[in-house]
Nanobody
């Protein structure tokens, strides 16, 4: 099983920025060959995919974050990152990383709170 550990969340004012990191360990074969994504879940809402990146570096974003978030990966480090700029209160959620189809075990996530 692959273990996923998210970090980098925190409290930020609207318009601010955060950079999230996801480190993978264990059997990482699937991590290397599959797309990876960042998901978020706000209280009372379903988990949603906000950004994804293929092993080749192609990216895709949810409309709600397009132009503000950037996903990247470092295959040598088995890591995935999410640069979040121009943050809005509606971005407040717990952020998780996983495979592009959510097939791995979920980690604890990292809390992002956007508030003044």
């Amino acid at each position: 099983q692959v273990q996923l550990v998210e970090s980098g969340g925190g409290l930020v004012q609207p318009g601010g920025s955060l950079r999230l990191s996801c480190a993978a360990s264990g059997n990482i074969f699937s991590i290397k060959i599959n797309a990876m994504g960042w998901y978020r879940q706000a209280p009372g809402k379903q988990r949603e995919l906000v950004a994804a990146i293929t092993s080749g570096g192609s990216t895709n974003y949810a409309d709600s974050v397009k132009g503000r978030f950037t996903i990247s990966r470092d295959n040598a480090k088995n890591a995935v990152y999410l640069q979040m700029n121009s943050l809005k209160p509606e971005d407040t959620a717990v952020y998780y990383c996983n495979g592009g189809t959510g097939g791995l075990s979920w980690g604890q996530g990292t809390q992002v709170t956007v508030s003044s």
